[in-house]
């Protein structure tokens, strides 16, 4: 690594440190993409408290993507773009800068009205005004992050989207939701008795898990809005690794009521059971394709774990990884033209992609305890478990592999992340 890229990194971690010293999670970034895009987000005029935070959530988003270098603006006093003086900014190489003010209206709500100037071609690229709620200033500025990442990137941002996970402390368990920074954690389950494989709904107002709180794995569908919740899987046997087909009306579930683990696919509501594989391996960890017409699955059926593809109306399945080492946990990306896994070999675990057309394989990550990958809704980076400090935690790697992130919760150990699956 290069004493600059070195430099960047630590500097990153400085900054992210200090910016999410009250977070539920600690963040760590190393890397960058291959080319960072220069720009700088200049102090919003109003409110010193909002426009504070408002400005280091913003600041705080885009360094965590690997894809921004951002530019010293806290000089910079404008507040629209005719304010904004560009000889100043000669050299000093932005490509384009954010202003904007914070006003508090009659109503108790407040407005942050900000605009994105090409400092290049001196045009508006974006100018938008959002009111809300003092205490939903850090909504406003994942949303006004996630606008300048895809006016500048052309993909869509995903600082607005959540993540669910299980934190563990000892033997107590939490199902927890949580900005995709670490706040505004909201528990969603607790108690004594493990908690895994939470899954989003496609609307994402509802969580499918399985609790053991019964005694034996059962799956449960949960409003996150009401809070209220139902079992809709607890059969003879285990009931587990709940996914959401795209229309959010139907669950494909992994249940051993006949004998064998199999994957049956279910009403959200329970009932309407549908038996899918037949094989006399353990067949797990469906997951849906974009367009809900087929699954993914980790089976063992050809003698070790790996992973194969077939239609929802049944039928045969098509194996779709081979060579040394194992495979399980398969995620489709949202576009459908690959899927992301854990490949295990040597011992080591390995978040990697796999390219349908090609079938090449691609090792994203440097190995270790690696597991539970799933592809954040523009498709760009990929959330899964790790470990480090002896303890498990969440973690994060660009689609390139490019740019790596750490999440450390404040105690115990973070285990089955998913992110949301909402654009």
């Known amino acids: 690594m290069s004493l600059s890229l070195l430099r960047c990194v630590w500097l990153g971690l400085l900054w992210l440190y200090l910016g999410n010293a009250q977070a539920a999670l600690e963040i ?45 603006a806290s000089a910079e006093k404008a507040q629209r773009p005719s304010e904004i003086r560009h000889a100043a900014w000669v050299g000093r190489g932005a490509e384009a800068l954010a202003v904007g003010t914070v006003t508090t209206l009659p109503d108790g709500r407040f407005e942050a009205r900000y605009f994105l100037v090409d400092m290049v071609k001196h045009e508006v690229l974006l100018g938008e005004a959002l009111a809300t709620k003092p205490e939903q200033v850090r909504l406003i500025g994942h ?28 033997g107590f368990f939490r199902l927890l939701v949580a900005d ?15 908690i895994m494989s939470p899954a989003w709904s496609p609307d994402g107002k509802r969580l499918a898990y ?5 005694g034996h794995a059962a799956v449960y569908v949960q409003s996150l809005d009401s809070g209220k919740r139902r079992l809709v899987a607890d059969f003879k046997g285990s009931n587990s690794a709940p996914t959401w087909a795209p229309d959010g009306n139907t669950l494909a579930v992994v249940l051993t009521r006949d004998g064998n683990s199999e994957i049956y696919l279910m009403s959200a509501e329970g009932g309407n059971i549908r038996r899918l594989t ?20 980790t089976s063992d059926r050809g003698g ?11 039928g045969s399945a098509q194996r779709q990884t081979f060579g040394e080492g194992t495979n399980f946990s398969p995620r489709y990306s949202p576009d459908g033209n690959s899927f992301v896994f854990a490949h295990r070999a040597n011992g080591r675990f390995y978040i990697a992609t796999q390219d349908f057309q090609s079938g090449q394989m691609t090792l994203l990550t440097d190995g270790g305890w690696e597991k539970k990958p799933s592809f954040a809704p523009n498709g760009k980076l990929i959330l899964f478990a790790s470990e480090a400090r002896g303890r498990g935690i969440l973690a994060t790697v660009s689609s390139d592999g490019r740019v790596k992130q750490q999440m450390f919760t404040q105690s115990g150990d973070a285990r089955e992340p998913v992110w949301e699956t909402r654009p």
Do not use: W
């Open 278 to 297: 037949y094989s006399n391996g353990i067949d797990t960890e469906p997951c849906f394709s974009p367009d809900g017409q087929s699954l993914l699955f």
């Open 210 to 214: 399985v609790s053991f709180e019964n």
């Open 143 to 170: 949303n006004i992050a996630d606008a300048i990442y895809e006016k500048l990137t052309g993909s869509k941002g995903v600082f607005s989207s959540h993540m669910a996970y299980v934190n563990r402390q000892g």
């Open 180 to 194: 995709s920074d670490g706040y505004n954690e909201q528990v969603v389950l607790s108690g004594n008795e493990p």
């Open 304 to 314: 070790s774990a790996q992973i194969y593809r077939m239609s929802v109306e049944g």
């Open 28 to 72: 760590e970034i190393i890397g960058a993409g291959e080319k960072q895009i220069p720009v700088a987000i200049a102090p919003f005029a109003g409110d010193v408290g909002l426009s504070g935070e408002l400005n280091q959530v913003i600041m705080d988003d885009l360094q965590r993507s690997g894809l921004f270098r951002l530019v010293d």
